[in-house]
């Protein structure tokens, strides 16, 4: 979805396209005629806008508060603000941390603008051509982010930059943006004119008892590459400051922006940050964000949707996946059983043909059983054979016959070993008793 940016200031509106490898321009018109903004979007109904203003005459006023969380917090703050700046569709508050007294205040720090005409003109245009504004801010509110991707720490920092509307100032403690304003470059940035922005800043921090604790305090200059050379020649050490000077093409490389419009000044530093981590302080809150939430959230259901969708297509197609691996193995299954079959009627074939009905064979199968019941398994005899044998051990087995017919006879080869000296009587003696063991059972006799 394509995201523009607009730049406002007092004098002229800028109209860009944010790009993967940076900002591209794509138009420029004056504030009194917002309608050419609306000829640029009208073909790009439901774009994403975000809105970066440099305008003149911010107002900065410290206030404190309860130490609060949630919605309760929100309610105060926005208490404070219609309090503050009453009937403005613009303003914010930031926060600036806690007292350190004991009741444990929030400090904050609250913002909006004098004269908010030439916004009010844009977003109206930016709803009348269907797009949607995500965001508000101001090149103050991104002053502290530029700060710390340029690798300032948390030291004070004055913070300039020449920007088309002209050379905005803005005083960073701690992280947190405390002072900011907008002078007039008619005729150049200077070292003059900055030494002079710099005391009037110092004079009316001191005023508000904000001023910079530390001995030097730094003070950093974004200018054109062309200007830097001798901007930095020129400005020396002050009581108390110290002047460095940066090039708008290094400052866009240390902040990753690619691309920078040709004639472009500082203004796309800021806007480049406020396409890639915009501070969620703006002014833009309330009843103004209220469509672009709802667009939101109706985007968020379509995508949900979308993804429920994609889901059940997903399963559908793993559900078709296996059913037709299943009917391949069914009709794997199929063509093993026919070829079987064809197998078996082969194997059919090559026998001879009988003709026997089922009460033939059954009769057959009775026979073969009442076969079986008439002739009894000799390994009963044997059994009761190796038993009068255990009782018997001279006598030496040879061998044994066994037939079944006409009666189960079991015949009994052997030798009597009587020793050397063993005579007829004691051979005749063993036989007798082994006779005997083997008649002890009736059925064997």
Request: charged share 25%; glycine share 8%.
């Amino acid at each position: 979805m394509a995201r523009f940016l607009i730049y406002v200031s007092a004098s002229r509106c800028t109209l860009y396209r944010s790009r993967w490898n940076g900002l591209q321009l794509l138009r420029q018109f004056a504030p009194k005629d917002p309608a050419a903004l609306r000829e640029c979007l009208d073909d790009r109904s439901g774009a994403i806008v975000q809105v970066v203003a440099d305008l003149a005459g911010e107002d900065f006023h410290e206030d404190q508060i309860p130490f609060l969380r949630g919605a309760e917090r929100r309610a105060v703050i926005e208490r404070r603000l219609a309090q503050r700046y009453p009937g403005t569709q613009f303003a914010a508050a930031l926060s600036l941390g806690q007292t350190g007294d004991e009741r444990r205040s929030e400090r904050l720090l609250l913002t909006s603008f004098n004269d908010s005409q030439p916004l009010l003109a844009c977003l109206a245009e930016v709803e009348r051509a269907g797009a949607r504004v995500v965001s508000v801010h101001s090149t103050a509110l991104l002053a502290p982010l530029l700060a710390t991707r340029l690798g300032m720490t948390r030291e004070p920092l004055f913070l300039m930059s020449t920007n088309q509307a002209g050379l905005r100032q803005s005083f960073i403690e701690n992280g947190s943006l405390r002072l900011s304003r907008l002078a007039s470059t008619n005729e150049g940035v200077t070292a003059s004119l900055v030494r002079t922005e710099t005391e009037r800043m110092l004079k009316y921090l001191g005023t508000l008892r904000a001023q910079p604790k530390s001995a030097a305090t730094r003070v950093l200059v974004l200018v054109p590459q062309a200007e830097r050379t001798h901007l930095s020649r020129t400005l020396a050490a002050g009581a108390g400051l110290t002047f460095a000077t940066l090039g708008l093409a290094e400052a866009a490389r240390r902040i990753g922006l690619r691309r920078v419009p040709d004639g472009a000044g500082g203004e796309v530093l800021y806007l480049h940050l406020a396409t890639r981590r915009a501070p969620k302080e703006q002014f833009l809150r309330g009843q103004n964000r209220r469509g672009y939430l709802v667009w939101r959230l109706q985007r968020s259901i379509i995508g949900a949707g979308l993804a429920g969708f994609l889901g059940c297509g997903a399963y559908a197609a793993t559900a078709w996946l296996d059913q037709s691996l299943m009917r391949e193995r069914i009709e794997s299954g199929q063509r093993d059983v026919a070829a079987a079959r064809d197998q078996l009627a082969r194997v059919n074939a090559r026998l001879p043909a009988t003709q026997v009905s089922n009460e033939a064979l059954k009769g057959s199968v009775l026979e073969f059983r009442r076969i079986a019941a008439r002739n009894p398994s000799p390994e009963l005899a044997f059994a009761h054979v190796s038993r009068a044998l255990d009782q018997a051990p001279r006598i030496e087995l040879d061998a044994l016959a066994w037939n079944a017919e006409p009666d189960p006879t079991l015949e009994i080869s052997g030798r009597v070993n009587a020793g050397g000296h063993a005579d007829h009587r004691t051979i005749a003696s063993e036989l007798q008793r082994f006779s005997a063991l083997l008649a002890a059972d009736s059925n064997w006799r």
